[in-house]
């Protein structure tokens, strides 16, 4: 435990005199770079009136000159930004901007296709999340690992009792993605994280058809998206109690693993975890939307798309017989044992996990009855997803169905969603990063760079229904933020771009003995509640509050819910490249 947290303690301070040394680079940009017929805009922090050029990285020959901005005030802290517009130049090649006084930028490229390595890299992130196999060095390279948690010898907790399965009852649940940088496996997170990863394929199926990802699975007739979905589905299907229909919140342990410890070191016995209406309304809308997409599948996978059509349509009877149940941990602790001390993912609210379970429900068997019992739009609002509220989802997947049922819903769905792209792209142009993200202090809360990622979907979709480049435009603007052109001068994937994450709340990142951390991951970004009271915060303002430490889960830990959505807007900005405006 001594060695536990002198590691960590230098660890810290490395990464500490790494985050001021980034601060004082000035030039914050897209770090990995840009489509030559897009926009193209650095923010240079601190600098006065004046010019910058645009340098040929190889030969240091200046290939442009540009004025920069007036000056923007940052509503959030004292910062003053002035913008570095060179979208004019197209020409491909590898490039950094010099301004007098100021450090060079990092290097970047122009090109098409830029995007196209970190977009795989995000898909395969998954795959170094699975659980219950090896990941050999011809998959995972110098971060291949022994199989941890088999999980075919799983305990029913007494909070998760029925009749078929009294408390201590061993069931097998294997495979599944760890959830985050714990090795825990949670249905509620799993199910935003599912309904995301499908959903990319549904919109740019062309596009995933051809994107190899390099797994065990990818010498077959499936697109690898898919593959890689289904070692998580299938542990899916495993927490549903085949009694009743009704679905566990969790597999896990009663405490989170140590930090330093490989999966095949955390040996604990595992629990799966009380019932609950917001997991089983997660499952049927994950379900039902597999049942959808692999359908085309049938002959590689015999009975699938039928199974989880019958799991979903089994779990939405158990949601309506148990409309009401909440996974109240600390009340749950108090009545059973053992007791559970890992993520909760508790919710109160569940008429938006019935809207979407609706609308997969409905699109999956055109069925209007699924429709018919809920409201589907209780308010005019559009709550930006999260594993907390899915409601999103379900009118995105409306959006898809093309059964006349829902023509009435799929008006209203769209005019929500243009409102919401709208109400995202208003200020823009004079926010001091000229990003959607970070227009207000709501934006940076626990996992805020998935807020960036998921304004970034929503404008997506936006641009699927209109046409309208302005909504395409302002999601490549949260994808520059991502990757760069953020207060913090981070890219915040792990393994890319000049100055990126080392040291994530990851366990097998951090007990590997691999300096570099596995990559693909996108960490969560800056908390100013940073709850973890770790050391190593460089600022308390909120577009700032990030360290990269592996004690900070407040702001560096990685979640397959966070890097669901990146992986859908990186990917979905290179689907849709050539329609990039300037």
């Given at each position: 435990?001594?060695?536990?947290?002198?590691?960590?303690?230098?660890?810290?301070?490395?990464?500490?005199?790494?985050?001021?040394?980034?601060?004082?680079?000035?030039?914050?940009?897209?770090?990995?770079?840009?489509?030559?017929?897009?926009?193209?805009?650095?923010?240079?922090?601190?600098?006065?009136?004046?010019?910058?050029?645009?340098?040929?990285?190889?030969?240091?020959?200046?290939?442009?000159?540009?004025?920069?901005?007036?000056?923007?005030i940052?509503?959030?802290?004292?910062?003053?930004?002035?913008?570095?517009?060179?979208?004019?130049?197209?020409?491909?090649?590898?490039?950094?901007?010099?301004?007098?006084?100021?450090?060079?930028?990092?290097?970047?490229?122009?090109?098409?296709?830029?995007?196209?390595?970190?977009?795989?890299?995000?898909?395969?992130?998954?795959?170094?999340?699975?659980?219950?196999?090896?990941?050999?060095?011809?998959?995972?390279g110098?971060?291949?690992?022994?199989?941890?948690?088999?999980?075919?010898?799983?305990?029913?907790?007494?909070?998760?009792?029925?009749?078929?399965?009294?408390?201590?009852?061993?069931?097998?649940?294997?495979?599944?993605?760890?959830?985050?940088?714990?090795?825990?496996?949670?249905?509620?997170?799993s199910?935003?994280?599912?309904?995301?990863?499908?959903?990319?394929?549904?919109?740019?199926?062309?596009?995933?058809?051809?994107?190899?990802?390099?797994?065990?699975?990818?010498?077959?007739?499936?697109?690898?998206?898919?593959?890689?979905?289904?070692?998580?589905?299938?542990?899916?299907l495993?927490?549903?109690?085949?009694?009743?229909?009704?679905?566990?919140?969790?597999l896990?342990?009663?405490?989170?693993?140590?930090?330093?410890?490989?999966?095949?070191?955390?040996?604990?016995?595992?629990?799966?975890?009380?019932?609950?209406?917001?997991?089983?309304?997660?499952?049927?809308?994950?379900?039902?939307?597999?049942?959808?997409?692999?359908?085309?599948?049938?002959?590689?996978?015999?009975?699938?798309?039928?199974?989880?059509?019958?799991?979903?349509?089994?779990?939405?009877?158990?949601?309506?017989?148990?409309?009401?149940?909440?996974?109240?941990?600390?009340?749950?602790?108090?009545?059973?044992?053992?007791?559970?001390?890992?993520?909760?993912?508790?919710?109160?609210?569940?008429?938006?996990?019935?809207?979407?379970?609706?609308?997969?429900?409905?699109?999956?068997?055109?069925?209007?009855?699924?429709?018919?019992t809920?409201?589907?739009?209780?308010?005019t609002?559009?709550?930006?997803?999260?594993?907390?509220?899915?409601?999103?989802?379900?009118?995105?997947?409306?959006?898809?169905?093309?059964?006349?049922?829902?023509?009435k819903?799929?008006?209203?769905?769209?005019?929500?969603i243009?409102?919401?792209?709208?109400?995202?792209?208003?200020?823009?142009?004079?926010?001091?990063?000229?990003?959607?993200?970070?227009?207000?202090?709501?934006?940076?809360?626990?996992?805020?760079?998935?807020?960036?990622?998921?304004?970034?979907?929503?404008?997506i979709?936006?641009?699927?229904?209109?046409?309208?480049?302005?909504?395409?435009?302002?999601?490549?603007?949260?994808?520059?933020?991502?990757?760069?052109?953020?207060?913090?001068?981070?890219?915040?994937?792990?393994?890319?771009?000049?100055?990126?994450?080392?040291?994530?709340?990851?366990?097998?990142s951090?007990?590997?003995?691999?300096?570099?951390?596995?990559?693909?991951?996108?960490?969560?970004?800056?908390?100013?509640?940073?709850?973890?009271?770790?050391?190593?915060?460089?600022?308390?303002?909120?577009d700032?509050?990030?360290?990269?430490?592996?004690?900070?889960?407040?702001?560096?830990?990685?979640?397959?819910?966070?890097?669901?959505?990146?992986?859908?807007?990186?990917?979905?900005?290179?689907?849709?490249?050539?329609?990039?405006?300037?």
């Amino acid at each position: 435990m001594k060695l536990n947290t002198l590691f960590l303690s230098i660890a810290s301070l490395l990464s500490l005199s790494c985050a001021i040394a980034q601060r004082q680079n000035h030039i914050r940009l897209n770090q990995l770079g840009f489509y030559p017929g897009a926009e193209k805009v650095a923010v240079v922090v601190g600098a006065g009136e004046g010019t910058f050029q645009l340098h040929d990285a190889g030969s240091d020959q200046v290939v442009f000159t540009g004025n920069l901005s007036e000056e923007r005030i940052s509503a959030l802290s004292s910062a003053r930004t002035r913008i570095a517009d060179f979208t004019s130049f197209g020409t491909p090649g590898r490039y950094f901007i010099r301004i007098g006084g100021l450090t060079d930028s990092p290097p970047f490229s122009i090109q098409q296709n830029v995007l196209k390595e970190v977009g795989a890299a995000t898909m395969k992130a998954f795959y170094y999340q699975r659980a219950s196999v090896d990941l050999p060095k011809n998959y995972a390279g110098i971060w291949s690992r022994k199989a941890g948690h088999p999980d075919n010898q799983v305990i029913i907790h007494p909070s998760a009792a029925s009749a078929g399965r009294p408390a201590g009852t061993v069931i097998s649940a294997p495979l599944g993605w760890y959830d985050a940088g714990d090795y825990n496996k949670y249905i509620v997170n799993s199910g935003i994280s599912m309904g995301t990863i499908l959903s990319a394929y549904e919109d740019f199926p062309k596009f995933f058809k051809r994107l190899n990802l390099n797994i065990p699975e990818s010498s077959n007739d499936v697109p690898d998206i898919l593959d890689e979905a289904l070692w998580n589905l299938r542990w899916m299907l495993a927490m549903q109690d085949p009694k009743d229909g009704g679905v566990y919140n969790k597999l896990t342990n009663p405490e989170f693993d140590p930090l330093d410890a490989m999966p095949e070191q955390a040996k604990g016995v595992r629990y799966v975890v009380q019932k609950g209406t917001a997991a089983t309304l997660d499952f049927a809308a994950v379900a039902a939307q597999a049942a959808r997409v692999y359908s085309v599948y049938k002959k590689e996978f015999p009975g699938l798309a039928d199974s989880c059509s019958t799991a979903a349509k089994r779990a939405w009877e158990w949601a309506k017989r148990n409309p009401a149940i909440s996974y109240e941990q600390n009340v749950m602790n108090r009545q059973f044992e053992p007791k559970i001390n890992t993520g909760g993912y508790g919710d109160h609210d569940f008429r938006d996990e019935f809207i979407w379970a609706a609308a997969e429900l409905y699109t999956a068997t055109g069925d209007e009855s699924y429709l018919s019992t809920v409201n589907l739009f209780p308010d005019t609002n559009t709550p930006l997803p999260s594993w907390s509220q899915v409601r999103l989802l379900g009118y995105y997947t409306l959006l898809r169905s093309n059964y006349k049922g829902a023509a009435k819903a799929r008006v209203e769905a769209k005019r929500l969603i243009l409102k919401f792209a709208d109400s995202l792209l208003a200020g823009t142009g004079q926010h001091p990063y000229k990003t959607v993200m970070g227009k207000s202090v709501r934006d940076f809360n626990w996992g805020s760079n998935s807020n960036a990622a998921n304004q970034g979907i929503a404008l997506i979709q936006a641009f699927l229904i209109s046409k309208d480049p302005r909504y395409l435009r302002g999601a490549l603007s949260n994808v520059d933020y991502l990757l760069g052109r953020n207060a913090t001068g981070y890219c915040f994937v792990t393994g890319f771009g000049a100055k990126s994450p080392l040291n994530p709340h990851h366990r097998p990142s951090v007990a590997d003995g691999i300096k570099k951390p596995i990559p693909g991951f996108l960490v969560g970004g800056p908390n100013p509640g940073m709850q973890d009271n770790c050391e190593g915060y460089p600022s308390k303002i909120p577009d700032e509050a990030y360290a990269d430490v592996a004690c900070s889960y407040a702001s560096n830990e990685i979640a397959i819910n966070w890097n669901a959505p990146a992986m859908y807007l990186i990917n979905a900005v290179e689907a849709l490249q050539n329609k990039l405006p300037k």
